[in-house]
DNA sequence: TTTGGCCAATTGTTAAGACAATATCAGGTC
DNA sequence: GACCTGATATTGTCTTAACAATTGGCCAAA
C-alpha cells in the first residue's frame, strides 16, 4: 500500500470573486479549482480543502461550494469520499469530449481547417433519415455532404441532414463556418447529442477523398442533435482518418 | 414552424415515497420520471409539471424535486428553458455509455459471453505503461490478454496492465466472471475513466483469433481507469469487432 | 398593423441550518 | 497482540426561504 499526499494545500489565491457580475459563484469557484488542477497547482493525490472550511473563507454557502466541487467531479478531475474528503485524480488530465463539431475541435487545436463542399440539396427524407430526425417519410430535407481537410489534409467525409426550415442556408457559409457555427448563428442552441462510434473500412470513393489506401480502416460516428426545444435539428453520418482524430470519453459513475 | 404537444401530465402515479429507506428520496422521483418517460406514459415534447408544484405534490422541497429532474437531464431524456419549462426531449432513447466492462455490457444484452485466456503474467511497466498507470519504470505488474466471445462469437482481443498489488489473481476467476467483477470482489470501486476510441486494420493474429479477414477494420479503445482514491487500477487496450460492438455516447451541453 | 412595454410563469442561483452516513483513528478490553 | 468501541472529521441528503433572469403572451400606443 503505497502513501498517499495527505499535504491540504491552502489555495492562497482564492479571494476577489465577482459577486455582482453575471457569472454564478459556483462556477468562478469551479474553474479556479479546475485551473489549479491543470497548473499542477493541486498536484494529483492532493486533498481539497473540506466544504464548510471552504465556504468560510470565501464567504459562500456550503451548498454554493458543493456545487462548485461537483462540476469537477462530474468532469472526472475530483474524487469525493464520505468521511474523508475530495481528492485530486491521479494520471494525466485530458481534453473531454463536448457537444461541438469537429470544426470547432480543429480550431481549438491549432490547426487550420477548410472545407470542400460536395453536395448541398434538398432530399426527401427516407425511412431511416426520417425516424432520426423525427419527421415524416417524404418530408423535405437538407442534404449536406463535404470534406473536411485540417492544415489541407482530409480527416473526414461527412454526410448530415437537416429538417426543412434550414433549407436556404448558403454554401459559402458551410464552407467559412462549419455547420454548428452556423446552426448556433440561425438561433439554434444545441442541448443534447447521441452518437454511435464505430469502424469500418472505406470505399473505393472514401479513399481517394480522404487520400488513404483502398480497404482502410475508418472511424465512423453517427449522431442526431437535439435542441433545446427537444426537436432534433441535424442528423449526421461521419466517417473519420484514424490516423488524423480520434474520440476521448470520460466516464464518472455515480 | 410546427406546434409542440404541450399538455402537462398530471402523473398521478407518484405517491408512496419511501421516506424512511436508505434510497435517497431525489433518486426514488428521477427513477419514476425516468421510468414514465421510457414507457411513453410521457411522449416526447411533453411537458413536465413544475418544479414547485411537483415539490408540494410529492411533499418534497424544491431543491429535491431539482436534483431529481437535474438527473434525467443530464442522462439527456430532458431538457430544460428557464421561463418555459422542462421537456422530454424527442426521438427514440437509447441506452447510455457507463463505467462497465464488456463482459457487463454483454450480459445485459442477453448474450452468453466466455473467454479465452491468452495470458496472465508478470511484466515489469515499460515507460508507456508505468505512465498510464502512475508507477514507476520497472515496477512490476500483472499483464493479462484475453479474448472475449459472445455466444460463441469472438468480439474482442484485450490486453490490460495492472498494478503489482493486483498480482495473485486466479486464472480461472478472469475465465468466469470479467476483469471488472474480479475487481470489485476485492474492493476495488471504479469511479473514474479515461477512454480514447479509434480505428485501425487488425494485425494477422488479430484476424485468426477474431475470425475475420486479413487486414479487417477494428475498433480500437484504450482505457485508464482510476477507484474512489484517484489511484490508477487498470489500463487497457482493446480491439472489437466493428460488426459486432460499437459504442454510444450522450453528451448534455451544460 | 406593428411595435413596445408590462406582467406572469418558470427555471437559475444563493443562503443557512439540521441531521445522517461513513471512514479514520485513538483507546481500552480481552 | 487482536478486537471492539467511541470520538471526530467529512461528505451526503433534505428543508425553508428569497431573489434573479429569461421567456412568452397580453395589451396599449404609434
Not at 465577482?18 to 459563484?25: A, H, M
Not at 455547420?179 to 472505406?202: D, E, F, N
Request: charged fraction near 25%.
Amino acid at each position: 500500500m503505497s502513501v498517499q499526499e495527505e499535504k491540504t494545500l491552502p489555495m492562497g489565491l482564492f479571494m476577489d470573486l465577482e459577486r455582482s457580475g453575471p457569472i454564478p459563484l459556483y462556477f468562478q469557484v469551479s474553474q479556479r479549482i479546475e485551473t489549479a488542477i491543470l497548473s499542477g497547482e493541486l498536484p494529483a493525490g492532493s486533498r481539497l480543502e473540506n466544504e464548510v472550511a471552504l465556504g468560510q473563507r470565501l464567504g459562500l454557502s456550503r451548498p454554493t461550494v458543493r456545487r462548485a466541487i461537483q462540476e469537477i467531479v462530474d468532469k472526472g478531475l475530483l474524487v469525493r469520499r464520505r468521511g474523508i474528503g475530495t481528492q485530486v485524480v491521479h494520471g494525466q488530465v485530458t481534453r473531454k469530449v463536448e457537444l461541438t463539431s469537429l470544426y470547432d475541435d480543429l480550431t481549438n487545436t491549432h490547426k487550420v481547417p477548410s472545407t470542400h463542399l460536395l453536395a448541398l440539396e434538398n432530399r426527401v427524407a427516407d425511412a431511416k433519415t426520417a425516424e432520426r430526425l423525427g419527421v415524416v417519410e417524404g418530408s423535405p430535407t437538407l442534404y449536406i455532404r463535404r470534406v473536411r481537410l485540417a492544415d489541407d489534409v482530409p480527416v473526414a467525409v461527412m454526410e448530415n441532414w437537416l429538417p426543412e426550415d434550414f433549407i436556404g442556408i448558403a454554401p459559402n457559409d458551410l464552407v467559412i463556418h462549419g455547420l454548428y457555427q452556423v446552426l448556433r448563428s440561425r438561433g439554434v442552441t444545441m442541448r443534447v447529442a447521441r452518437q454511435h462510434i464505430g469502424a469500418r473500412k472505406s470505399t473505393n470513393e472514401e479513399a481517394v477523398l480522404l487520400e488513404v489506401e483502398k480497404n482502410s480502416a475508418l472511424l465512423t460516428m453517427d449522431r442526431t442533435a437535439y435542441d433545446n426545444s427537444g426537436r432534433a435539428v441535424e442528423f449526421g453520418q461521419h466517417c473519420y482518418r484514424p490516423d488524423l482524430y480520434s474520440f476521448e470519453v470520460t466516464l464518472v459513475e455515480k
